[in-house]
């Protein structure tokens, strides 16, 4: 009878310890936060940055615990579908192509600070393109710029840090090259709007470009007129920046702070 108890007893203790051990294997696949990034299928010239970009997120993941998902265009996205991320990122998807519904629900995420966001390259591609009209909402968002031109042929250039203290900007020298980009042109600079994080120094521009902003040309910034913590990235044509570590940095930098972790 009494060795019946022990046993009894020790079952128990090993039910204990097995239900404890697979409360902390659960506690430990519990995700921290949920990111969805939107990519737009099909697009060559910038399938190599996402897929790069992608390994990237995922990597991270992985290490950090979060849970990335991927989209290919604006349909799921309704307040619903938002709701479940703290983090929207547009890979290389343009500020047009977006449903009513979808361009209701993330301008009311952005203004009333839902979630964080990071936009990279084609995210500031603002202007009438593929039969859509430019919208208001992400110009103003933007800085209330518009698209004018770009470098077809590339340049390579330096970046000035301007705002160090920017926990986006950790890590960052205060100036670093980036290879081989086809920098954008606006109709103004988004300054007035903004706070700039860096620039390009078009002085720099190798080859040399008549394509140029005329001196204030930001290449990072955020706009704290809206409650989301929010940062645009300009760069993001080719994955070669996934081996320039201070781009590498920003994006790191740039996840956590926009997911506000």
């Known amino acids: 009878m009494k ?24 506690s430990k696949q519990e995700v921290k936060f949920r990111v969805v990034a939107i990519a737009e299928p099909g697009n060559k010239d910038h399938q190599g940055f996402v897929e790069a970009a992608k390994a990237y ?16 265009d ?17 890979l290389n998807y343009p500020p047009y192509m977006w449903s009513p519904t979808a361009q209701e629900a993330i301008e009311s995420y952005l203004t009333e600070g839902k979630g964080g966001w ?19 909402f992400f110009s103003k968002f933007m800085g209330d710029i518009r698209y004018t031109s770009y470098i077809p042929d590339f340049a390579t250039a330096t ?5 160090p203290a920017h926990p ?58 809206y409650k989301a913590r929010n940062v645009y990235i ?10 320039n570590p201070n781009f590498v940095q920003i994006f790191h930098n740039a996840i956590f702070w926009a997911a506000g972790q």
């Open 57 to 72: 997120l995922n990597r991270l993941a992985v290490e950090n615990n979060f849970a990335v998902d991927y989209i290919g």
């Open 234 to 243: 300009f760069m993001g044509h080719h994955a070669d920046l996934f081996e």
């Open 118 to 136: 990071i936009g990279f390259h084609h995210a500031a591609l603002l202007g009438d393109f593929d039969g859509y009209s430019m919208s208001p």
């Open 3 to 26: 060795s019946r108890k022990i046993l009894g007893i020790f079952l128990c203790l090993l039910l204990c310890a097995a239900l404890s051990s697979a409360q902390d294997i659960s």
């Open 168 to 225: 986006v900007l950790k890590g960052i020298p205060s100036s670093f090259v980036v290879q081989h980009e086809e920098w954008y042109t606006w109709n103004q600079s988004p300054r007035p709007n903004v706070r700039v994080l860096a620039s390009v120094d078009e002085s720099t521009y190798q080859p040399d470009s008549l394509i140029k902003m005329g001196g204030d040309h930001p290449a990072i910034w955020s706009n704290e007129h």
């Open 74 to 90: 604006t349909k799921p996205i309704n307040d619903a579908f938002l709701a479940k991320y703290k983090l929207f990122i547009q």
């Open 159 to 163: 970046v000035r840090v301007e705002d």
